[in-house]
């Protein structure tokens, strides 16, 4: 299941080519969608990846559930929504001190809910979603309420504001870039291989000198941290935040993305959130029944790919292609 | 035998050109409605009522010989989802207006996107801050909550209940009820001797109702969608309070006579004309459209219109309206919505201005009561 770990320059540079690769294909893709509705889409998978790879880093890594993380990516619009339309702060300012309060926040969380081990994990940060919904919903003061929080500030750098759909790509997608950047290298550094250790035997891991719980608070503080920067800037490329976006609905769409696209592998999170993303804009023409292909769909990528896109599409083409061999771990 | 030819070229290349004069590409019109999800109550008659009428303007030949072609997408009532359908109608679909959303949260979404892709917005959503202040390229059909309180206000004013109870749902709708509720109370000269709340999903509200049992409250006012009043209505019935129950516009159909059953006799609320249209003086200016769009939906789907579907009905018809007077482009119908005067619809006389998007004013709303598992006009 997890990454085997590789060692020697060639690996090592390989990933880099592979990394340079992928945002070299990143920002070029505008050239292709120019203008169009589709830009607007790639926006949204380039913040579902972030919230993809932020989760992974918890469930994939270190094999810890969490069925509340919408709660934080909305803890993190929310805090930047108020922060820079009630108290004007610069909406730069805010995202940072959003994904501080945010991270802080799960850190003090995470001691007793990260006690609790599998069915009762996923009740817990259940829980902790539909209380972070509840106070979203009710709190009109601060959040609006149902009917949401409007003029929120585009994000703005050297004169140019954020607010057509591909300057919001870049600017997106540079954060996402970086945050890809660093899950990769943490997850090949010395924190990735305990975080393994953990997901596979905390005893073990124990055993051989890792703080178990305090890492497993770490990474879950972490993941919250990064959940809140991308909710941050949703509110700043939305101007608009309500409650509906931050529902256990999205908590479960996250977990979808994550499993679909491959447990403990980066790119995998890139290809599960662009395929959950995308693929409701190709069933549109379906009209009523794209729910059931939607469906059908994800229940056939589950049973025939187990170990999600990343793992089961290289195995697909191999098959096609009539070669035969074991199934390689990307 | 080149210049035998030629005569037959020149005259097919004619009726190629002349044939794609007459059949000109069809006027794109954008609808987004919540037609699944929680809001579906909203979408789903709006969703049915915009397809219906741009269906018979079509069978009637169209606007000034040009077909409608109505392109809906479902929102499932989620914002994220509004702004990126919205943006695919202004951007894929070149659309030159758009009708929707059906609810306040969304519609609030989706403004900072119309407002950048200069397409006219028709929302079918209450929130009195969609159109206050003014957007430019922002209109509504259905009637401020604002109205429906001033209806049950102006009576409890005139029958000397001025010591009332509030109950409202805690969601976007209860919350801008209570607002109104408690903002205006003054104005009429009402005193609010208790304010309390319940969840959407409660299923027993008697603890709320035993407490206003015991105040010296004249008259209790709930706010709230099905099926929560349906409930507060029969505890109150099991609790033998006597004092008089008003609703909100809410709960205007026959839906929630079912669900009160003899719970719901004697309850007064505001609604929209729709429900008593048959009841209405003939001098009534809505009553010509009243009817139209209870027969036609009646035909179409064999089920009672609702106001909810009235305002998709409003909002297609002033489109409509817009580009029979001669607007074809979206700058252009965003002036002629402006200058609409007087178009009696389903959710009264729509009068917009340029300091006024929502159009309406408290003629929109009667007080209606139930008897005999209908609804009656209070005088």
Not at chain 2, 42 to 69: F, Y
Not at chain 2, 138 to 162: C, H, M, P, W
Not at chain 2, 179 to 195: N, P, W
Request: charged fraction near 15%.
């Amino acid at each position: 299941m997890a990454k085997p770990i590789r060692s020697g320059s060639d690996a090592m540079k390989r990933d880099f080519l592979l990394f340079i690769g992928f945002s070299v294909l990143v920002m070029l893709a505008p050239q292709y969608f120019r203008g169009g509705y589709m830009m607007n889409v790639l926006v949204f998978v380039g913040i579902n990846t972030m919230l993809a790879i932020a989760l992974n880093l918890l469930l994939g890594y270190a094999g810890q559930i969490s069925l509340g993380h919408a709660g934080f990516f909305g803890l993190g619009a929310y805090l930047s929504g108020i922060m820079t339309t009630t108290f004007s702060l610069n909406p730069w300012l805010a995202m940072p001190l959003a994904a501080v309060a945010v991270g802080s926040l799960a850190f003090l969380i995470g001691f007793p809910v990260l006690k609790l081990k599998g069915h009762y994990l996923a009740m817990a940060t259940l829980g902790l979603g539909i209380i972070f919904f509840i106070i979203f919903n009710e709190t009109y003061e601060w959040t609006g309420g149902p009917s949401g929080l409007s003029g929120i500030p585009y994000l703005e750098l050297g004169g140019i504001s954020f607010n057509s759909d591909v300057k919001s790509y870049y600017l997106i997608w540079g954060f996402t870039l970086a945050v890809m950047l660093f899950a990769l290298n943490l997850a090949s550094s010395r924190v990735g291989r305990a975080l393994r250790a953990v997901h596979d035997s905390e005893v073990a891991a124990q055993v051989l000198g890792v703080n178990a719980r305090l890492l497993k608070v770490q990474i879950f503080a972490l993941s919250a941290l990064l959940s809140s920067i991308a909710g941050s800037l949703y509110a700043h490329t939305m101007t608009f935040i309500s409650p509906t976006s931050f529902g256990f609905n999205f908590s479960i769409e996250l977990l979808t993305m994550v499993v679909i696209g491959g447990l403990g592998s980066i790119y995998g999170s890139f290809l599960g959130a662009a395929l959950l993303t995308l693929l409701p804009e190709i069933l549109r023409g379906a009209n009523d029944y794209d729910i059931i292909i939607y469906g059908g769909l994800l229940m056939v990528m589950v049973m025939y790919m187990p170990g999600g896109l990343v793992r089961g599409i290289p195995a697909l083409f191999r098959k096609l292609a009539g070669r035969k061999g074991g199934v390689d771990h990307a | 035998m080149n210049f035998k030819v030629m005569p037959f070229v020149m005259a097919a290349v004619t009726l190629l050109f002349s044939a794609n004069v007459f059949a000109a590409a069809p006027i794109r019109i954008g609808a987004l409605f919540a037609v699944t999800g929680p809001a579906a109550f909203l979408g789903e008659p709006e969703r049915n009522t915009a397809k219906m009428v741009v269906d018979e303007i079509n069978r009637a030949g169209g606007v000034r010989g040009q077909k409608l072609e109505l392109i809906v997408y479902d929102t499932s009532g989620d914002a994220t989802k509004a702004v990126q359908l919205a943006t695919k109608l202004i951007k894929d679909d070149k659309v030159v207006a758009i009708i929707g959303p059906s609810t306040t949260g969304e519609t609030m979404a989706v403004i900072p996107v119309v407002e950048r892709g200069h397409v006219p917005l028709i929302s079918c959503s209450a929130g009195s801050k969609i159109t206050d202040p003014v957007k430019r390229w922002v209109f509504k059909t259905a009637q401020n909550d604002s109205l429906a309180v001033g209806r049950i206000y102006e009576y409890l004013q005139k029958t000397k209940q001025t010591n009332v109870s509030i109950l409202t749902v805690s969601d976007g709708f209860g919350a801008s009820g209570r607002e109104q509720l408690k903002s205006q109370a003054a104005r009429y000269g009402i005193t609010i001797v208790s304010d309390d709340t319940y969840g959407p999903k409660d299923t027993d509200m008697t603890a709320q109702l035993t407490k206003m049992r015991g105040s010296r409250t004249q008259a209790i006012i709930c706010w709230g969608t099905n099926p929560g009043p349906a409930v507060i209505a029969k505890n109150a019935q099991q609790l033998g309070i006597k004092t008089p129950l008003f609703m909100s516009h809410g709960v205007s159909s026959k839906k929630f006579i079912e669900l009160a059953g003899d719970a719901a006799e004697g309850i007064r609320l505001p609604s929209g004309k729709v429900v008593v249209a048959d009841m209405l003086p003939a001098s009534d200016k809505q009553k010509k459209s009243l009817m139209a769009f209870v027969r036609d939906y009646k035909k179409h789907y064999n089920a009672e219109g609702d106001h909810f579907g009235g305002h998709a009905w409003d909002a297609v018809m002033l489109v409509r309206n817009a580009i029979n007077n001669g607007a074809f482009t979206a700058a252009a119908i965003r002036d002629q919505l402006e200058s609409t005067r007087g178009f009696a619809g389903i959710g009264g006389n729509f009068n917009y201005s340029p300091q006024d998007h929502a159009g309406l004013g408290k003629d929109a709303f009667v007080l209606v009561e139930v008897k005999n598992k209908d609804w009656m006009i209070v005088k």
